[in-house]
Antibody, heavy 120, light 107 residues
């Protein structure tokens, strides 16, 4: 069955960068895009951006533009999200989620989430 | 930036109908999705493109969208439906936006 398996929890200091991976399996990787969504402790969901696994086209939320980079590796069917210049309010669970299109279609499969803690 | 507003909480008795609203400017012109999230778990898509139920989602979940309001309806609510629910749409620049979230309590 379709699976998205994310990398493990991370602890980072303010100002550092974090790179989270999302390994996809059991579907044609290049036929879908990958979204990244985060959730701060006790808070709601926040969309960070989308990347096409077909051609690498990205669409980032304005809030993260300039601080986030999303990439894919089709040879390993893995998506990556790198967030730079981390702050304490970046502490959150980060999810990857599959979607058929950049907009309009739902996120039908989600990873298990990766907790990123930013603390000095 | 585009905003989607949901009621913070909805309470419902077992077997009754729960309605969760999601409000946004001209929301009826956009596709809306709904997600269910239980504590400690990843979200689950329960409605896509306003009213489509993904495979495996019970028929008691339905959606509608018109004007400035989208609605997720849970008919014959069960205890297992107790969760947080989020609506989602895309703004004019195709940026995804989530609603503020609604906690559904089954009393």
């Amino acid at each position: 069955q379709v699976q998205l398996v994310q990398s493990g929890a991370e602890v980072k200091k303010p100002g550092a960068s974090v790179k989270v991976s999302c390994k996809a399996s059991a579907y044609t990787f290049t036929s879908y895009g990958i979204n990244w969504v985060r959730q701060a402790p006790g808070q709601g969901l926040e969309w960070m951006g989308w990347i096409s696994a077909y051609n690498g086209k990205t669409n980032y939320a304005p809030k993260f533009q300039g601080r986030v980079t999303m990439t894919t590796d089709t040879s390993t069917t893995t998506a990556y999200m790198e967030l730079r210049s981390l702050r304490s309010d970046d502490t959150a669970v980060y999810y990857c989620a599959r979607s058929l299109q950049a907009a309009g279609t739902g996120f039908d499969y989600w990873g298990q989430g990766t907790l990123v803690t930013v603390s000095s | 930036s585009y905003e989607l507003t949901q009621p913070p909480s909805v309470s419902v008795s077992p077997g009754q109908t729960a309605s969760i609203t999601c409000s946004g400017d001209k929301l009826g012109d956009k596709y809306v999705c709904w997600y269910q999230q239980k504590p400690g778990q990843s979200p689950v898509l329960v409605i896509s493109e306003d009213k489509k139920r993904p495979s495996g989602i019970p028929e008691r979940f339905s959606g509608s969208n018109s004007g400035n309001t989208a609605t997720l309806t849970i008919s014959g609510t069960q205890a297992m439906d107790e969760a947080d629910y989020y609506c989602q749409a895309w703004d004019s620049s195709t940026a995804g936006v989530f609603g503020t979230g609604t906690k559904v309590t089954v009393l």
